[in-house]
């Protein structure tokens, strides 16, 4: 194999994890012989060649760290012509033969559009915490995020109990339902809403009367950010129940903080898998797991394809409240 320019990117929304990743691939790359480089801002640096070299020392006592190093952002120019022609002059000026991105379904739909411009080998490796993406079980980022919200809720649910209100706590999760899931059956919440599911609203104000007359006003619901009617449900809870009824939105402290110990090893093995990817000659693949074993899926399947939220954990939820 000749030596390859290999450009990093990270890319939309940060995820704890991302530099676990970053230091992988450096580290990987380096040692099969690579020469790495990272682009800053995500496409918007790529759009303006803000590139740097990077090597194993770069990436020393990051492993730890939430967010990215090499800066991240939305960039609304890489879904232009003019936008994909400046990021394939930066690509030819540097001579990069590979780019592996790190990010979410908007990142890969990007580097979908880069290869349309310019022929470079191009390795996708899976950071959100939304767990959205289809062709990988678990998303770098996803477990931490849950893990953040889990803690937040217990906290928030030694004030639900001692007021006895219904503590309502919309979580993150883009339109899906994963991490909302997750964190209601983890924490035990009465009410799990995912945009997956319509509930009937009626119900859940016949089940908290009911709750009501047995003397449990002290209850806990779990929202995710894309269900249908999100802002609404507090007030109308509200007006329909004599319940207390507080709103806590977690918001951007969910894809803060330093990884869980599974994001970082899900980053160390997706990164390394990258460079497997690379040095096989894999193009347009991402990496990913399923059933805990490493795999790959063309890219093109994980934008287009939608991945399935475990309905039994949903009902074993409503079982077990
Ligand atoms: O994709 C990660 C995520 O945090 C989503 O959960 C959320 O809907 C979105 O990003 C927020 O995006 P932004 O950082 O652009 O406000």
Request: with cysteine; hydrophobic share 40%.
């Amino acid at each position: 194999m000749r030596v390859k320019k290999v450009a990093v990117i990270t890319a939309g929304g940060d995820a704890p994890g991302m530099n676990a990743a970053l230091r992988a691939i450096v580290r990987m790359g380096e040692k099969k012989g690579l020469l790495l480089f990272g682009v800053k801002r995500g496409y918007t640096g790529l759009l303006y060649n803000e590139v740097e070299p990077l090597n194993r020392r770069s990436v020393s006592g990051i492993i730890n760290l939430g967010g990215t190093i090499l800066k991240t952002s939305r960039c609304e120019e890489i879904k232009t012509e003019i936008g994909l022609e400046m990021a394939k002059k930066t690509i030819e000026y540097n001579n990069f033969d590979a780019l592996i991105v790190i990010g979410g379904d908007g990142t890969f739909r990007g580097a979908l559009d880069i290869k349309k411009k310019v022929d470079i080998q191009i390795v996708g490796v899976p950071a959100s915490i939304d767990n959205d993406i289809y062709g990988t079980d678990e998303t770098i980022g996803f477990d931490t995020a849950v893990n953040t919200a889990v803690r937040a809720i217990d906290y928030l649910r030694d004030t639900a109990y001692s007021h006895e209100r219904l503590f309502i706590v919309k979580v993150m999760g883009r339109k899906r339902g994963f991490i909302a899931l997750e964190v209601g059956i983890e924490v035990g919440a009465e009410f799990i809403l995912i945009p997956e599911v319509k509930e009937d609203l009626n119900k859940i104000i016949a089940e908290l009367k009911e709750f009501e007359k047995i003397g449990k006003r002290s209850n806990l619901m779990v929202i995710a950010e894309g269900y249908e009617g999100a802002d609404q449900i507090p007030t109308i809870l509200g007006n329909e129940t004599k319940l207390e009824v507080r709103l806590s939105v977690l918001g951007y402290l969910q894809r803060g903080g330093p990884p869980t110990a599974r994001s970082r090893l899900l980053a160390e093995l997706f990164g390394t898998k990258a460079i497997e990817c690379l040095i096989n000659e894999e193009e347009n693949v991402m990496v990913g797991i399923r059933d805990n074993k490493l795999e790959t899926t063309p890219l093109k399947e994980a934008v287009g394809k939608e991945k399935e939220i475990n309905l039994e954990l949903y009902k074993l939820a409503k079982e077990l409240t």
